[in-house]
């Protein structure tokens, strides 16, 4: 018993704790951990952009015929789409592996970037149904709709690490 707690003692001063035992060790673990955080947060928002700008660039465009000069190649399309869904992917991982973020909000931060994917699908699909003017509108909202799920990632993310309480 003497053994571990001079351990963790050494550990701590090595650290450059002033704390002591087994708080010292679970408090450098904790602030270790906080640039996962940061990194899901960074993922979160990246994917969010990249499906809000590629949605409401696909809603724009959705419309035009063939030969004008607004319309996206093809390949720059599905390169914004697959970027913004790596972007998500490693969102998911990193929030669902941080023990400072916990289940719900790496749940959370998950679910706000699928469901902005899923708005930017919807948008496109409502563009390619509605008269060309609508697509504008819909870009729009999505614009608006990507800021509002950026503020929740951002909410959601610090209010769980505890920078801001």
Known sequence: MAATS?????????????????NAVVGEARAGSSWLVWVALGATVAAVIGWTGSGALLAVTARFDSDADWNLHPALAVAGVLAATMAGVVATVVALSS???GLRAGLLLTLVWLGTAGLAWGGYSLSLSAPMGVGFVVAAGLVVTGVLAMVAAV?????????VR
Do not use: E, N, P, Q
Request: charged share 30%.
């Open 99 to 101: 023990r400072r973020l």
């Open 155 to 163: 909410a959601v993310a610090t209010r769980r690490a505890g920078t």
């Open 6 to 22: 001079h351990s963790t003692t050494d550990a701590a001063k090595f650290a450059g704790s002033s704390k002591t035992g087994r």
